[in-house]
């Protein structure tokens, strides 16, 4: 007699464009290593049609959906229930189906935080930070930085107004956390009088997409600076390479992929996956695309 097949539960990431994702191999990964019944896909679902094919998903049995460009703020509206950090945010980016409706949740910002701690080895508690951007990206990592209390956040856009909307969003939680935020153009990175490199910087623009480089005074970069640039690909990004040429150690977004892969496993199914070996594996194969 034939073994009955296993019952797997059904899982994808939902967005347009979507072929490119990493998450199906991912999460297979994930699965593999954990023992559980995952079945993991994409779902293209057109630019006007996002809560039509995220609810015949759930209708078809679907447990949960990871969500991309450029539907983030539709799952977010789409949600019944919100965590935290999804409500700071602002945008989801993972769907869990419940009995009682839709749970979102927004795991880039721990992805962030457990790349920098766990697999770089930086740890943000007093860390001087530097965010540069003020858009969506660094919306969801405020909040999960602020967490680990670092000593001081600086937010720096190219649209000085953005940065001061984000910092007074966020100067309730950074006073609980006994953080120093602040933020503005390009020209807020210093206190002229005593310009410092910071020890962890953290690129949340679009640039890299572009090859293009975010303002940001050289002086903010030393040799104890991490440069962390969310964008990755098989060769390092503009940032990564302007970084290192001023001294800094460069790190990509691989491992953010990765880690928020894992937290949204872990949000599914309540088992956190090692992200380690997974980034390995990723990390090889951009390699041989060189």
Partial sequence: MSAEPIQRDRYAVVGNPVAHSKSPYIH??????TGEPVEYDRLLAPLDGFVEHVQAFRAAGGRGLNVTVPFKLEAHALASRLSPRAAAAGAVNTLRFDEDGIFGDNTDGFGLVRDIEVNLGVSLKGARV?????????????????ERQPAAITIVNRTAQKAHALVEQFEGAAREFACLISGGGPDSVY???????????????????DAALPECDTRAFGSATLA?????????????????????????????????????FFVWRGVRPDGAPVLAALRRQLAAQV
Avoid: C, W
């Fill in 228 to 264: 962390y640039d969310m964008m990755y690909g098989a060769e390092p990004t503009v940032f990564m390479r302007h970084a290192e040429s001023l001294g800094a150690r460069a790190s990509d977004g691989l491992g953010m992929l990765v880690e928020q892969a894992a937290e949204s």
């Fill in 130 to 146: 530097l965010l540069l951007g003020a858009g969506g990206a660094a919306r969801g990592v405020v909040l999960p930085m602020l």
């Fill in 191 to 209: 206190d002229p009088a005593a310009p410092k490199p910071y020890d962890v910087i953290v690129n949340a623009t679009a640039g890299s997409l």
């Fill in 28 to 33: 297979a990964q994930f699965a593999a290593a």
